[in-house]
């Protein structure tokens, strides 16, 4: 199979995104001329970043923000949740608003172009949300379970368009429920119905494990999503919590078949694009984490290479975002192979994790 270019698939995906959208949104020219500016906006970061990067400084065109620990749904075996990063009430320590904008106009400063919000339920912190719309330079895609759209969130999406849902879903119905609650698959469709009533654009986030594959991937599932509107599809592979949940992460034959199968939804709907993580890393050498190609902020500011690699040795609230992209954690990382040496496949971090505790303790042992 030819190999694939995400980066290059991303470039394009954004300026075909943006004609699809010019074509499907005449009676909307909000929404046209926010895309049309947008694209400009991209091409402008990215001019940034190469020119930090021929003074030997490698920005990253993605973030990764979790702006709340807190959530409203307990979906069977959420990693967040299971490693304490994730819980009912609102832990004080999380950062402000005004903290949060502070890293988003930084990240503009350096280049980024996109930063995508995460929890918890990001859609808890409507403050945050609210700040990242007086940035339109970025896109703020919002990893959201899709229970919280209601009618003061779609006059701010209406407001920002650089604010774009992208709902949690398992599958249909049966497999969306199971995971996350009884209930829930109703609620998210009625969101994203009402995304469309508006003309506001969304995606979806699918998190594949071996009992949905089969589902996420077919054909039936792919169109409903577009009927309604979407626009984005991500496949993230489900990382086990614990050794009682890896029987449902898939194997190196269900990433083959996956590999297949986003082939083909590429080819037959080039009206959307689809994402894999960390399926399409292979085409760029490797894991992308630790700020090869993007890093994580969690809630309560702590520099970590990935939301499923969750350890820290810089907090942005003690420096800048550029200095935590320097961080002694960061620098190991991409400096000994661990990201892009041979692994048996999934999230690298995930299965490396001992290497990683142990950078951690060698830094602080020499800190």
Same mark, same amino acid.
């Given at each position: 199979m030819e190999n694939f270019d995400l980066a290059k698939y991303l470039s394009n995906g954004v300026e075909n995104l943006v004609k699809n959208i010019l074509r499907a949104t005449l009676k909307d020219p909000k929404e046209s001329a926010f895309m049309m500016k947008? &694209?400009?906006?991209? *091409?402008?970061?990215? *001019? !940034?970043r190469a020119d930090l990067k021929k003074d030997g400084e490698h920005i990253p065109p993605f973030l990764i923000a979790s702006i709340t620990s807190s959530c409203n749904l307990h979906c069977a075996g959420c990693y967040a949740r299971h490693n304490q990063a994730c819980c009912d009430s609102s832990p004080v320590e999380q950062l402000s608003d005004a903290e949060w904008l502070k890293i988003f +106009?930084?990240?503009?400063?350096?280049?980024?172009? @996109?930063?995508?919000?995460?929890? /918890?339920?990001?859609?808890? !912190?409507?403050?945050?949300? &609210?700040?990242? /719309?007086?940035?339109?330079?970025?896109l703020f895609p919002i990893f959201t379970n899709g229970t919280m759209i209601d009618d003061a969130y779609l006059s701010l999406f209406e407001k920002h368009r650089n604010l774009v849902p992208v709902f949690s879903?398992?599958?249909? *119905?049966? *497999?969306?429920? &199971?995971? !996350?609650?009884? $209930?829930?698959? $109703?609620?998210?469709?009625?969101?994203?119905?009402?995304?469309?009533? +508006?003309h506001l654009i969304f995606g979806?986030? %699918?998190?594949?494990? !071996?009992?949905?594959?089969?589902?996420? @991937?077919?054909?039936?599932? %792919?169109?409903?999503? +577009?009927?309604?509107?979407?626009?984005?599809? @991500?496949? %993230?592979?489900? %990382?086990p919590v614990s050794a009682s949940t890896a029987s449902l992460a898939p194997t190196d034959e269900d990433r083959a078949l996956m590999e297949q199968n986003m082939a083909k939804l590429r080819a037959s709907y080039p009206e959307m694009i689809f994402i894999a993580f960390p399926?399409?890393?292979?085409?760029? #050498? $490797?894991?992308?984490?630790?700020?090869? #190609?993007?890093?994580?902020? +969690?809630s309560h500011g702590g520099a970590e290479p990935c939301p499923f690699s969750p350890y820290s040795d810089i907090n942005v609230r003690e420096t800048s975002l550029r200095e935590a992209l320097k961080s002694d954690l960061f620098r190991a990382l991409q400096n000994e192979s661990i990201l892009t040496g041979e692994h048996i496949g999934g999230c690298v971090l995930f299965e490396q994790k001992n290497k990683v505790e142990a950078i951690i303790e060698r830094n602080k042992q020499n800190g």
């Open positions: 947008y &694209s400009r906006s991209v *091409k402008e970061a990215a *001019k !940034r +106009n930084e990240a503009k400063g350096l280049g980024i172009s @996109f930063i995508l919000l995460a929890g /918890g339920e990001p859609m808890l !912190r409507r403050d945050v949300i &609210s700040a990242a /719309g007086s940035v339109p330079e970025i879903i398992e599958g249909h *119905k049966e *497999k969306t429920d &199971s995971r !996350r609650g009884e $209930g829930v698959y $109703g609620r998210l469709i009625d969101g994203m119905e009402r995304m469309l009533k +508006n979806a986030s %699918v998190t594949v494990t !071996r009992e949905n594959l089969g589902e996420v @991937f077919s054909r039936d599932f %792919v169109e409903d999503l +577009n009927s309604r509107g979407c626009k984005v599809v @991500f496949y %993230v592979e489900y %990382v399926g399409d890393e292979k085409s760029t #050498g $490797g894991c992308l984490a630790a700020g090869r #190609g993007f890093f994580h902020i +969690n």
